[in-house]
């Protein structure tokens, strides 16, 4: 189709929107290693996951063989508020970068929660109701996802309590209204209310607080109140997998104008938004159809894929959770306290981990003043004040674009923009008063985290 035949936003009709989620490990030769007793160092079994995620979710975390899972009507519908979103063609940032490059960007930012969170939350939510549960907890960075499951709770009528990282919860007191308008209940982590929060605390004194920390809070309420289950918003198997209706999409609007990506790009904290973004792409490449340059991005303050190691590591911080086998900074490990909130977890999700260690992808980091740098480059063309997460694959793709510019290569380039950034004005006002700074642990910082990783031989 002609060049100027591509509008500025390819949608897809009502009717065109996916039916099942697709299950990248179907098409893996590498499963993703197990998740593993803490007590036993055995592969965790349905029923011992049973007693702290919904029954269903589990089922879908264990499936590593069916390709397509169909989607609830219920979710389906719900989905519709909102979906299909927009696949954009970002022809103000390729005349302000002047490349020949071709660039795209799926815009997941248009709800409540102001990001491809919500894609997950419904789900999450419906099969606690569709269990007969009374709420849910969880935890929350960035606050993106804890918004996303306040919003879903409250449409089935669950009970939501939300454990946000200190830092955000302070830094971002606004996102934090919005799950209270939702109705969650809404608290600091690490907070004195758990055991597992008095002890973090205890130990590390006047800690802002990580994904790690608030995890271990939420699974703690959620196993010591009866009628109560915890969901995550990030890493685990059954959120990429819910989160694979951002990437079908994808790929059926560039299908619509036989458009064939060359790069693929996502921001990458615990894996949910690549994962979702890249999972029908990988499924080609995994079968041999296609082939795609695919890049993961995370914040230079947190590199686990860049600087970690690939082995079993708790989930969370207070080591209450399973052990899963992902590429890892150590449990322990607390990131600076960056204003990308929701890409401040020690690991990776295990199925982005095997694929990164499999070859398959690449990964990249960026500091955190060249991020919002490249977000307000994004801004004042595109016209959306994107996300923190968002703008580090902001920042990749301009490079990209940039290299494009130096060869002559027409590549055509895909990101995820995976929300906006309008919760998020304390960090654009560091930014813009010079008072942002550009941490990066050393060696010996990551090399102290790394000693304490479980001995697992597995």
């Given amino acids: 189709m002609a060049e100027n035949k591509i509008p500025y936003k390819i949608y897809l009709e009502e009717n065109e929107m996916p039916k099942q989620w697709y299950n990248v490990r179907a098409d893996m030769k590498n499963k993703p290693a197990p998740l593993l007793n803490p007590g036993t160092l055995e592969p965790m079994t349905a029923e011992e996951l049973g007693g702290v995620f919904c029954d269903e979710l589990v089922a879908q975390e264990l499936d590593n063989d069916t390709p397509y899972i169909d989607i609830p009507q219920e979710i389906r519908d719900f989905y519709k508020m909102y979906r299909p979103s927009p696949l954009v063609r970002a022809y103000c940032l390729e005349e302000k970068l002047q490349t020949p490059a071709k660039i795209y960007y799926k815009f997941e930012g248009n709800n409540t ?30 606050g993106q996802w804890g918004t996303a499951l306040s919003m879903a709770c409250s449409y089935l009528d669950l009970d939501c309590k939300v454990y946000m990282v200190k830092v955000s919860y302070e830094q971002k007191p606004f996102r934090r209204e919005v799950m209270r308008v939702y109705g969650a209940s809404v608290t ?65 609007a560039l299908d619509k104008y036989n458009i064939k990506p060359d790069i693929i790009i996502g921001c990458a904290g615990g894996g949910s938004n690549l994962g979702g973004l890249i999972s029908p792409f990988m499924g080609e490449k995994l079968r041999g159809e296609a082939d795609y340059r695919i890049i993961a991005v995370e914040p230079a303050s947190c590199p686990s894929f860049t600087r970690g190691k690939f082995a079993y590591d708790f989930c969370d911080t207070g080591m209450v959770c399973p052990l ?29 981990s095997q694929l990164y260690d499999d070859g398959l992808m690449e990964a990249v980091t960026a500091v955190q003043t060249d991020v919002f740098e490249a977000a307000e480059t994004f801004a004042r063309v595109e016209g959306i004040l994107p996300a923190p997460e968002s703008s580090h694959a902001i920042k990749v793709a301009i490079d990209e674009a940039l290299k494009c510019k130096e060869t002559g290569e027409e590549k055509t380039i895909v990101f995820g923009l995976t929300g906006t950034g309008y919760f998020d004005m304390v960090a654009y006002e560091k930014f813009h008063d010079g008072e942002m700074t550009d941490y990066i642990p050393t060696d010996e910082e990551l090399a102290k985290y790394a000693e304490k990783l479980p001995k697992v031989e597995k």
């Fill in 113 to 142: 929660s102001g990001s491809h969170k919500l894609n997950s939350a419904i789900a999450q939510a419906y099969y606690a109701k569709k269990q007969g549960l009374k709420g849910v907890t969880t935890e929350t960075g960035a």
């Fill in 188 to 252: 600091p982590s690490p907070s004195m209310e758990t055991e597992i929060g008095k002890k973090i605390n205890a130990e590390h004194p006047g800690t802002t607080g990580s994904l790690g920390c608030a995890i271990s809070e939420a699974v703690e309420v959620a196993v010591k109140n009866p009628g109560y289950r915890y969901v995550l918003g990030s890493v685990l198997n059954q959120v990429l997998l819910h989160q694979s209706v951002i990437g079908l999409e994808t790929k059926a």
């Fill in 324 to 352: 899963a086998k992902m590429y890892t900074l150590g449990a322990d490990f607390i990131p600076s306290a960056n204003h990308a909130g929701g890409l401040r977890y020690h690991g990776m999700s295990p199925v982005l």
